[in-house]
């Protein structure tokens, strides 16, 4: 049992949930401290008290022993949509440009309802990997589909995780030489009209907020030069973040140079989005120099390991943008992009490529843990907000139980035995102090009921490119 009520029931001192007994509290506070047999309180959803010593009085106490407890994952990158055309086979053999291309007749067909089960569904999957927050870029607003960018809030809020969706667009069909078809696209003031609308319906700024929005065209591919410019002022003007597809492979380069006549940096520079308030997927392709102009401007980048394998990308020099200065998080993308969606294994995947690219002392279990915490709260501008176990952040917690055939024999070290052994999923994934998965599933009673929904929706879509 590893969930007790204390039997004096609430005290007038009591925290309302402490995690304690820890095998090692990762805290990724400033010091980086470790607490072996640590403990995490959490006081009305944010953390109260970190320590090794005796806990507090707790309403209720879950048990940690033989677990890593890290603060909840951050999930910087996703098209949660995308979870209705995994594996779909006229995609898999594809790369960047040809996948979209292959699956932008189908993805006509979301609407409210696929939008809202297809979030909840992926929610529920990056919950189990150990994620308490996500954002999504949701660029797909199909002509009459409804308020997609509602129904995912709503699936999130059902759920209880917390939120960070963007409001994405496209405006440049084939028709003008852009990638996706006529009907997926709107014009540039119906655009900015339903950014400035979703911030006014969702946006909460708050410290602890459960939902905030951010503004995302899609890609330099897929919007005209004229929203880029004209989004980044209205983020400016609303006071939100920015986000977009950036430099992902050789293909994003050369579109970028045969039409903008520039290389991607350049395109983000001259539009007003090479700033901290933006934080970009990818980042792949940067020379040494676009590293460093990178850095200098305090941008953000969610490295998605996965994707950019799946996909023959490359591999993102994430040591070097970490050194320039970029806030470089985790991203597991689009689904049908990556086809899975654990944070924990792209923090494991993140790990290897930069061991293969950098050099094995260079990617560490604990750079990849930066990354997918502090990291991923620099891209979604919270940083000190959440991705850290300190008094004032955000009740987000992740236990991992390191036992069992998987982690026999890793006694010496539980972060580097938590990334190289597994596959991991978490034990418990905690949201503002209350439990999302509980020993390994869901705590939500509805599961088989959305997983039923989400492969009729899936079956549905999936017939369109039959
Ligand atoms: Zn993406």
Known sequence: MNISNSPAGPTVDAVDLVVRNARCVATMDGGRRELHGGWVAITDGLVSGVGDGEPPTATTTIDATDCLVTPGLINAHHHLFQNLTRAYPPMTDKPLFGWLQSLYPLWRAIDTDAVHVSAWVGLAELARSGCTTSTDHLYLHPRGAGDLLTAEVDAARDLGVRFHPTRGSMSLSEKDGGLPPDDVVADDDEILAACEEAVARHHDRTHGAMTRIALAPCSPFTVTEDLMVRTAELAERLDVRLHTHFAENSEDDEFSLAT??????????????????????????????????????????????????????????????????????????????????????????AMLLAKLRNGAAAGTARMALELATLGG?????????????????????????????TFAGALADPIEAWLRCGPVSARDTIVGGVAVVRGGELVADNVGEMLAAHSVHAARIQRLGA
């Open 260 to 349: 903008f006549g520039c290389r991607p940096l350049e395109y983000l520079e001259r539009t007003g989005w090479c700033t901290d308030r933006t934080w970009v997927a990818h980042c792949v392709m940067p020379d040494p120099a676009e590293v460093g102009r990178l850095g200098a401007a305090g941008i953000g980048a969610a490295h998605c390991p996965s994707s950019n394998l799946i996909l023959a990308s490359g591999i993102a020099p994430v040591v070097d943008l970490r050194a320039a200065g970029v806030k470089v998080g985790l991203g597991v993308d689009g689904s049908s992009s990556a086809d899975s969606a654990s944070l924990w294994l792209e923090a494991r995947q």
């Open 377 to 405: 709260a620099g891209c979604l501008g919270r940083a000190g907000e959440l991705g850290v176990l300190a008094p004032g952040a955000v009740g987000d917690v992740t236990v991992w139980d390191l036992t069992g055939p």
